[in-house]
Each structure stands twice: as structure tokens, then as C-alpha cells.
């Protein structure tokens, strides 16, 4: 397994803890753990994706991913929106690639300001 870290925009988090089922009944262990809303980047400059509009299509802007983290990691995490110093883990599991966050640090705050349009 490939490991890096790298910050990004991390908008929300919510732990979670659920019920493994089998053959339709809970079998009364939890899977627990953390899902984050985060942007894979931490800049907000407008974006065009020049490529999309060589099809003929529009892409713009960033678009929003989910990740989960170990449940431990709760205790590192401050406000959001803010940038965090996130620690992810690639592997190939099958034919896919597959991205899990390892471990989180908080960096700093976040406030957008609004423009008036002209």
C-alpha cells in the first residue's frame, strides 16, 4: 500500500456506527468510523476543464468527494470548513483503485467572502 498526504478542503464530518447484517439479521458488531465532505484541493480559484469543452461539454468548477477515516481520528478533528493536512492510503482491490484516509490534521480555518456580480 501507497501512502501520501496532502491538504485539502474539508467541508463536513459525521461519525457513524452501524449494524453488520447477515442473511437479513444484525449480527450485533459495529462498523464505526468518520465520513468527510472534502474538495481535493485547498484552492477555490474558478475552474474551467478545458478538455470537457473539446467534447462539447461544460465542466466547471471543483466537485465534492467522501471519505472515511478511522473512528480515533475524531479527536484531531476541529472546525469546518477548514483545511486539513489529510494522510490517505492507495490500493488496487481487484481491477479498482482504492483511496482511504489514514489520518487527518487540522491546519486552519476557512471563511469565503461573496462577490456582488457586476
Known amino acids: 500500500m501507497q501512502t ?3 491538504p485539502y478542503l ?8 452501524i449494524d453488520q447484517e447477515e442473511n437479513g439479521k ?8 468518520i465520513t468527510i465532505r472534502y474538495v481535493p484541493t485547498d484552492n477555490l480559484a474558478p475552474q474551467e476543464d ?15 468527494a467522501k471519505m472515511t477515516l478511522p473512528i480515533a481520528a475524531k479527536n484531531q478533528l476541529g472546525l469546518f470548513p477548514a483545511i486539513y493536512n ?4 492507495m490500493a488496487v482491490v481487484g481491477d479498482k483503485l482504492q483511496v482511504k484516509g489514514k489520518a487527518i490534521e487540522f491546519l ?11
Do not use: D, N, P
Not at 474539508?10 to 456506527?17: E, F, M, P
Open 10 to 17: 474539508c467541508l463536513s464530518a459525521q461519525t457513524y456506527r
Open 26 to 33: 444484525k449480527t450485533g458488531e459495529f462498523v464505526e468510523g
Open 50 to 64: 478545458a478538455q470537457a469543452y473539446e467534447r462539447g461539454q461544460v465542466s466547471r468548477g471543483v466537485k465534492a
Open 86 to 89: 489529510v494522510e490517505m492510503e
Open 4 to 6: 501520501f498526504k496532502q
Open 108 to 118: 486552519h480555518e476557512v471563511s469565503l467572502v461573496t462577490k456582488k456580480a457586476s
